[in-house]
């Protein structure tokens, strides 16, 4: 047997010294902040893809041309019907903080601009049920976060419910938005 310092590592037929240590299976491989952050959000869009319910049936095909089993074009109309009604009472509940409020007026008023994006967005148009700042019983922030947040408990069941993995990725960024806008309420 040869001495020690002229041994060579029998696995990988190497000097095993510093230069060499972790370099060729003495320690586990290191799996960089780029490669685990590149990996995990692969497998996160793997999984909202999955989740959103898209499936090849709703691939585009040349020509404008449809698969017989996608759905039909109005197959989440009433879905868009009833989540534009959410989100413009939301709206209007958020208009009319911001005029009654002066403590939450900017996070209000952004509320209001956030959903008159997402109603346009959707195409929804439409009244807002009426709403009457003075008949709330609650402090002005309360009635915000407490509408807020069911319209995003709303959002994200509506997306969950879409027929179109289009409309359902659009719901649920719209419901991001709101947690989003939450937050820093």
Do not use: K, Y
């Not at 060499?20 to 003495?26: D, E, P």
């Not at 009833?82 to 413009?88: F, K, M, Y």
């Not at 009244?127 to 069911?150: F, I, M, Q, Y």
């Amino acid at each position: 047997m040869p001495p020690p310092s002229a041994r060579r590592d029998v696995l990988h037929d190497e000097p095993h010294d510093a230069l060499h240590a972790g370099a060729r299976g003495t320690n586990p491989p290191t799996l960089g902040r780029r490669r685990l952050l590149g990996s995990g959000l692969a497998g996160l869009g793997a999984l909202l893809f999955a989740a959103t319910g898209c499936d090849a049936a709703e691939t585009p095909l040349p020509n404008g041309a449809t698969t017989p089993t996608a759905p039909a074009v109005d197959a989440d109309s009433e879905l868009v019907a009833t989540i534009g009604q959410a989100i413009a009472d939301a709206g209007a509940v958020a208009g009319a903080v911001a005029r009654s409020a002066p403590a939450v007026r900017r996070d209000a008023r952004a509320l209001a601009a956030l959903h008159a994006a997402h109603l346009d967005e959707l195409g929804w148009s439409g009244d807002a049920a009426p709403v009457d700042p003075t008949a709330r019983p609650r402090p002005e922030r309360v009635a915000l976060v407490e509408t807020e947040t069911a319209l995003q408990d709303d959002l994200v069941a509506a997306s969950m419910a879409a027929s179109s993995g289009a409309l359902a990725q659009a719901l649920a960024s719209m419901a991001t938005a709101v947690a989003q806008r939450l937050a820093v309420l």
